[in-house]
């Protein structure tokens, strides 16, 4: 059994793949497996990993047979992690620390107490320029007075322990905000923390949400804030930020 699994799931995310993979390759740390979830994807993304594959990496990758979506196939995905710790890969992000994994790997050993070890990120668009930087709280008191006001995780930066991901279910059932919703159950668990290191490259699209899409998700953030009531502080302020969310949606 490996020490990390690492998750991915995908869609229809060819051109980003072999980046997204390398930078797995490339890690220091070696003791992990690379699960890869491929949501039935149209392209050529299938063709892609099997050439991984076929290099003899420790990749397990299956294919839908239908579309499930992103909620069912990161959960399916988790499913079929067998590590002490899951490190998770978003298909069109890129990792750009070498020694990401053994940071993660050496803080979460040394301190049982916490369950999710996050990181800041670079944003990058789809030719990937850099557009901006992700910078979140860094300890487990400031990360939770301002999660309900907004998520302080990148998934892909990510590194949380499996066997607390499992016992509170894993990813919500969510259409937007399901990784959201994991880290705010496991922060019930134990303690969270972000690395000050720059973990990843953070694709955003560029393409603009329509309003219906902008709506849709701001509507699931108000439904994951309001099962935090009493659980985490800024309550109040985060329910008026989430309303307010709805209606700049609607505007």
Known sequence: MSKVSILMTTYNRAEFLPKAIDSVIFQTFKDWEF???????????????????????PIKYVRNEENLGVVKSRNLALSLCSGEYVA???????????????????????????????????????????TGEIKYASNDED????????????HSCTMYRKKVADQVGGYGNYGVGEDYDLFLKMGLQGK?????DIFIKYCRQSSGLTWKNRLYSAKNHLQIIRNYKNKYPNYCLALVKAYLRIVLAIL
């Open 143 to 154: 990360i939770r007075k301002k999660i309900l006001l907004s998520n302080q995780f990148v």
């Open 35 to 57: 699960i890869i979830i491929d949501d039935c994807s149209t392209d050529n993304t299938q063709e892609i990993i099997e050439e991984y594959v076929k290099l003899g990496l």
């Open 88 to 130: 998770v890969l978003d298909s069109d992000d890129e990792w750009v620390d070498k020694e990401k994994l053994q940071k993660q790997v050496d803080f979460l050993d040394k301190n049982p107490d916490y369950v999710l070890y996050g990181g800041n990120a670079v944003i990058i668009n789809e030719k990937g320029e850099k």
């Open 192 to 196: 969270l923390t972000n690395s000050f």
